[in-house]
């Protein structure tokens, strides 16, 4: 399952500590340097009187685990502004149409930005786009903790995270695995689970599933040496367990999965600043 070209508003991220690389002049335009967070909103929806969440529709969740498997995080550049050339507002693709005030109308109701648009044909032409990979394979455990950092080992940045010169145009980070273990109780007077509550316990298999957003700034047009500093945190929003069934769930693999849909509710937010090196 592939969850692409996901944006949304950026979130205030904490400092979340250094990351180094030697940089060397010559051998690139920019150098990487990302760090990177998982947290979750839950502790917004607690009911103070049973210590528990509240998730709509007169449940209550208590969690026991929630955690994250991260595979890699990508940062992607745009050479010589080749996907803004590509996109012609008055000539939109296949999908899309009415391109006015930046956006274009997609055929699913969608409001999509230009630059989206641009990277979207860029990507499905085939071309590679070249950048700087970090490998994560790290596990984040947001059980206990509204928000926990995620270590980068340094030496798993592809190229010593040294970045060409062009646009930036995207970066995500790719997800493997999910697990969650938790009870659910029914507040209301209809006894529609068990007094003691329906307990799950899941595995998610991911896949390889991406958080993927939109990154804007040009590296070397001004021919400086930049460290790019990314931040970016992977959210599980306050409402990630409303709207579900929990009376037609069961232990089913598929009957979880399909009700529950845990890729399409998490989030994520990039911030990104330059800083002359």
Request: proline fraction near 4%.
């Amino acid at each position: 399952m592939n969850i692409t070209k996901l944006t949304y508003p950026l979130l205030t991220l904490l400092a979340l500590g250094s990351y180094g690389c030697t940089f060397e002049e010559g051998n690139s335009w920019g150098e990487l340097h990302p760090t990177l967070s998982a947290s979750h909103e839950l502790g917004s929806r607690e009911d103070t009187s049973t210590g528990l969440y509240r998730i709509g529709n007169n449940y209550e969740l208590e969690l026991t685990t929630l955690t994250l498997t991260t595979g890699e995080l990508r940062v992607n550049v745009s050479p010589n502004s080749t996907a803004s050339t590509a996109f012609d507002p008055a000539n939109p693709p296949a999908g899309y149409s009415l391109c006015h005030n930046g956006h274009c109308h997609a055929d699913d109701g969608r409001l999509v930005d230009y630059d989206d648009i641009a990277l979207e044909l860029l990507e499905s032409s085939g071309a590679a786009l070249p950048g700087v990979s970090q490998i994560i394979d790290q596990t984040a455990t947001l059980s206990q903790s509204d928000t926990t950092t995620i270590a980068l080992d340094s030496s798993l940045c592809q190229d010593d995270c040294f970045l060409p010169q062009g646009e930036l145009a995207s970066a995500y980070v790719s997800m493997t695995q999910a697990h969650v273990e938790f009870t659910v109780f029914d507040t209301s007077e209809q006894q529609r689970l068990p007094e003691e509550g329906l307990t799950i316990s899941h595995t998610f298999d991911l896949a390889g599933a991406r958080l993927e957003q939109p990154l804007e700034g040009v590296i070397g047009e001004d021919l400086e040496h930049y460290k790019v500093n990314l931040g970016a945190n992977i959210l599980f929003p306050a409402s990630g367990f409303d709207g579900v069934d929990w009376q037609a769930i069961d232990q089913q693999t598929t009957t979880l999965e399909n009700e529950l849909k845990l890729m399409e509710r998490l989030e994520i937010s990039i911030e990104t600043n330059f800083q002359p090196k």
